[in-house]
């Protein structure tokens, strides 16, 4: 009986831990990727401020493989709550605000991003993306009549709600990259303690 609850304390502490965070790390999976070329790693941050008003920063870095290169070049996201956004700050001058119903296909449509030109699906030249090894910041001004209650992980809370896309590989190709969360290392250690619980409780 005290096994069940301790493990039903730590599944629950550790899903806790990750739908109520401020800060979240990410990263790309590419069990979804449109062409399985591009990869990424980076950050939310949430910050509520009042009212109806938030600061979501978007941090990532292009990990694609060295030898076939690619460019980051633009990212969108979505939220099951609406909002609005407008992007505020940026680390390279070159991406530009998404607007809303921007069509991420085949993923459907998105609430907000940013891109090369404003875009997410144009073409043009993709040097100016972030190159591999190359990481950007993005802080965007959200408002939403749910702002209080947002976190990190609204932003990413589907398989495809927040989506990367890539241009210019050495090969020709081009990708778009679901993003996916990270579990921190306080809740992979709290899941490790629950599966370690419920197999001492099968001997």
């Known amino acids: 009986m005290l096994l069940s609850r301790l493990c039903g304390i730590a599944a629950a502490a550790s899903v806790s831990a990750v739908a109520s965070a401020g800060f979240i790390n990410i ?74 119903g921007e069509s991420g296909s085949p993923f459907g449509s998105y609430d907000a991003g940013a891109g090369l030109g404003g875009s997410f699906l144009g073409g043009g030249n993709p040097n100016p993306g972030l190159a591999v090894g190359a990481s950007g910041v993005f802080t965007f001004a959200i408002s939403s009549a749910s702002a209080a209650a947002l976190s990190a992980e609204s932003f990413i809370g589907g398989p495809s709600d927040f989506l990367v896309r890539f241009r210019g590989f050495e090969d020709g190709g081009s990708d778009k990259t679901p993003g996916q969360i990270i579990p921190t290392p306080g809740a992979i250690a709290l899941l490790s303690f629950a599966g370690i619980v419920r197999n001492r409780r099968r001997r």
Not at 30 to 53: I, K, P, Q, R, V
């Open 27 to 100: 990263a790309s999976n590419s069990a979804l990727s449109t062409e399985s070329l591009g990869g990424f790693t980076g950050s939310l941050d949430w910050n509520f401020l009042g009212g109806h008003d938030g600061v979501l920063t978007v941090s990532l870095t292009n990990t694609s493989p060295l030898a076939n290169g690619g460019f980051l070049v633009a990212f969108v996201f979505r939220s099951s709550t609406t909002f609005t956004s407008s992007l505020s700050t940026t680390s390279d001058v070159d991406f530009l605000n998404i607007p809303a």
